[in-house]
């Protein structure tokens, strides 16, 4: 999750863009999808190259076109080990297109800019109803920003009068009393421990976010993946209530019953084997409470696993795979070494390779979707093995060729935008490494792959930012 300075100030040094570039790229984001257009002009607007009033409105128009983002939240894999499908996915979220990030962004933004605005901006975006999720999800809600932010503007989008009424105060309970998710607990604790508040308001709140966990759903998938970090988020909220001289006796019989609810209910079969009883017990119990007692969190029912954590099932993709295979694995057994791959036979091999990609164009028994993150994925196998030269840019080449002629529909629009950015990343990174892509992706037929090179002319992403949705 990016922090709310790195939203706002630039990891990285570049020389200022010239005013037409930037003016070139905003007139190329009027035509681009919603969530696209967002995310130039947020990024446009961190340029600080306009004037004031000019970023406002950026910002403002960025804040709303998220509306029409396909995507309502950003999502995390709950799994350990985020590979296949779930690791593509969860990459794919990390861009913050979907519509509560490019809201957040966009007030984020604000905030320096215009504080009452960004206030008011951000008393528009919808309340966090986020939809129930069963054992067959691997993908959860990611609410950090949304709480951050949240914090952000009770403590900077309010005048010394509305202050001293206590209306920031007032502004959280608000949002405290909507808490309906086990995701939202540590990022709440967190935002909670960070605002400036008197003793007496953070009493009443730490009260109201006792309360509302109480009232958060039974759901198993939200709730393993929220509780391995709302223990140390407690903890943390009950050691500054104790600074404060208040009682964590509120919040830790709540947090308890919480843990009791949900430990005891249905979980799924593949649940985390994390165990939040136990750091309770530990780091958090204090008399009267009693401790948690095994007999309390046994499952009453136990449940389900994810699904779709596998690709390559269908027999077109494994005669793919088997392809590939033959590049890094020679008939005898032994790992292709990097001597080999400079050799015109092996060379030849990966030109057949991308050949018989060219004519895989669906699979069996898997949806578009699903083909894509499959071809997708060799894709980037293939660029991970092939060095640099006439082949790599062959390769390079058929991956643009591919991206242009294939873009999903827009409920999976981030994955393509994904395979995109990893691209046009990888040529920001490396420009004299990636030969003619460079002025391949500027002449690419898909106007989106245009604007996106283009962009990251003149607003590049920290290589650290780059690095994450590889």
């Not at 790229?25 to 000019?54: C, F, M, W, Y």
């Not at 986020?130 to 900077?156: K, R, S």
């Amino acid at each position: 999750m990016k922090s709310l300075a790195a939203l706002l100030l630039p990891a990285v040094c570049y020389a200022a863009a010239p005013v037409s570039e930037i003016e070139a790229v905003l007139d190329l984001a009027r035509s681009a999808p919603p969530e696209v257009a967002a995310d130039t002009l947020i990024r446009v607007a961190g340029l600080n190259q306009l004037e004031k009033k000019r970023e406002v409105d950026l910002l403002d128009r960025a804040f709303e076109l998220a509306s029409g983002a396909p995507q309502p939240f950003k999502r995390v894999s709950v799994l350990p080990r985020a590979i296949g499908p779930s690791g593509f996915l969860a990459r794919a979220y990390r861009q913050d297109l979907d519509a509560n990030s490019l809201r957040l962004r966009a007030v984020a933004a604000l905030l320096p800019l215009d504080p009452r605005k960004a206030g008011e901006r951000f008393q528009e975006i919808p309340p966090l109803a986020l939809p129930p999720l069963t054992c067959d999800d691997f993908l959860v809600y990611d609410v950090d920003l949304f709480y951050e932010v949240l914090g952000q503007v009770a403590a900077q989008g309010f005048t010394p009068k509305e202050i001293r009424e206590e209306e920031p105060s007032k502004f959280l309970a608000g949002y405290f009393g909507r808490i309906a998710s086990a995701v939202e607990v540590a990022p709440a604790a967190r935002m909670l421990a960070s605002v400036p508040l008197s003793d007496s308001q953070f009493q009443s709140l730490v009260t109201a976010l006792a309360g509302a966990l109480g009232h958060i759903a039974d759901d198993d998938r939200a709730f393993t993946y929220g509780s391995q970090s709302a223990g140390g988020a407690i903890l943390a909220l009950v050691e500054l209530g104790q600074r404060r001289q208040v009682s964590p006796l509120i919040l830790l019989g709540a947090y308890r019953a919480f843990l009791v609810n949900h430990l005891s209910g249905t979980r799924c079969a593949d649940r985390e084997p994390a165990d939040p009883a136990a750091f309770f017990n530990d780091r958090l119990h204090v008399p009267p409470l009693p401790s948690i007692d095994i007999s309390e969190i046994t499952p009453s029912k136990v449940e389900g696993k994810a699904k779709g954590l596998e690709w390559c099932e269908n027999p077109e993709c494994q005669a793919i795979r088997e392809q590939y295979r033959l590049l890094v694995t020679k008939e005898t057994g032994e790992v292709v070494q990097s001597q080999d791959r400079e050799q015109s036979q092996w060379q030849a091999r990966v030109r057949d390779f991308l050949t018989a990609m060219a004519a895989w164009t669906a699979s069996s028994a898997a949806t578009p979707a699903a083909h894509f993150r499959e071809k997708i994925g060799f894709f980037s196998d293939a660029l991970a093995i092939v060095p640099g030269g006439p082949t790599r840019e062959f390769v390079l080449r058929s991956l643009v060729d591919f991206l242009s002629q294939s873009r999903p529909q827009a409920e999976n629009r981030l994955e393509w935008l994904l395979a995109v950015n990893q691209l046009v990343g990888r040529v920001h990174l490396d420009p004299l490494g990636l030969g003619r892509t460079a002025g391949d992706l500027r002449a690419a037929r898909d106007p989106v792959i245009g604007l996106a090179m283009a962009l990251e002319a003149i607003a590049p992403r920290p290589a650290n930012e780059v690095m994450l949705l590889m």
